[in-house]
């Protein structure tokens, strides 16, 4: 089964819907889980990222799929550009985003949005960089997420996306599935009482295209110089790709 048809609550309706549905039943809980789920981890995984970023120096940075804003944060923080816009389609998560940013003093430097990563609300090569940190696995349809960033990037910009995978070796799989199939859905049930929420996203982890299948859809969308990075037993990959 394809990504795209991996739905939060039901095979019916559209997943943006779904998707929008259940981040915003989930936002107040969901720091804790994404630490919980990913032992902390998640954490370096997105400096990693913000390095390959920082190599370009993009003086704008558009965080698709922004959700409670930790990459956009990490991102202005440690590379200083002069722009960095967040977009997302759960107001829910951006509420939070928003009392980090206020938290923050970074008011002047972070904007977020409510939108729609299928159809981006900005011109033509508005961006130097874009960045989606575990959010491409929830697009109603992957290729035209692509196309979308790619459209938004100026020529040369960088698109950089963090995602969570699945482990190639069998031992480590093995643990892995027991965490995830099990573990998480049970613990997310505990905090956040959104039961379907904590099954669909094993569910969208496996069914997401990984390696050299992301890959050749970046360059479908028109990324060139696409490569990939794993991280942590292959458990998060991190793909990159030019305009």
């Known amino acids: 089964m394809k990504v795209e048809e991996i739905k939060p609550y039901s095979s019916e309706g559209e997943k943006a819907k779904q998707v929008e549905q259940m981040f915003d039943s989930i936002a ?81 430097a972070i904007t977020v949005q409510q939108g729609d990563c299928l159809a981006l609300p900005f011109e033509d090569a508005s961006f130097d960089a874009v960045t989606v940190a575990f959010g491409v696995r929830n697009f109603e349809h992957l290729l035209q997420g692509y196309q979308q960033m790619h459209r938004v990037l100026k020529p040369g910009g960088m698109l950089c996306v963090i995602e969570l995978s699945t482990p190639r070796n069998r031992m480590v799989r093995w643990f892995y599935d027991l965490y995830t199939l099990h573990i998480i859905p049970w613990f997310g049930v505990l905090k956040s009482h959104d039961k379907s929420a904590y099954r669909y996203l094993p569910q969208s982890i496996a069914a997401v295209p990984q390696g050299e299948d992301m890959l050749t859809i970046m360059q479908e969308a028109g990324f060139k110089n696409c490569q990939v990075k794993r991280l942590t037993f292959g458990t998060c990959s991190i793909y990159t790709g030019k305009r």
């Open 28 to 108: 107040p809980a969901y720091d804790f889980m994404n630490r919980a789920m990913t032992l902390g981890i998640d954490r370096w995984w997105r400096r990693v990222a913000v390095k390959m970023v920082k190599r370009t120096t993009p003086h704008s940075i558009l965080d698709v799929a922004t959700g409670t804003g930790d990459f956009a944060i990490d991102l202005y923080r440690k590379i200083k550009p002069e722009q960095v816009v967040g977009i997302d389609l759960s107001q829910g998560m951006l509420d939070v985003a928003s009392k980090k940013i206020e938290k923050y003093g970074l008011n002047d």
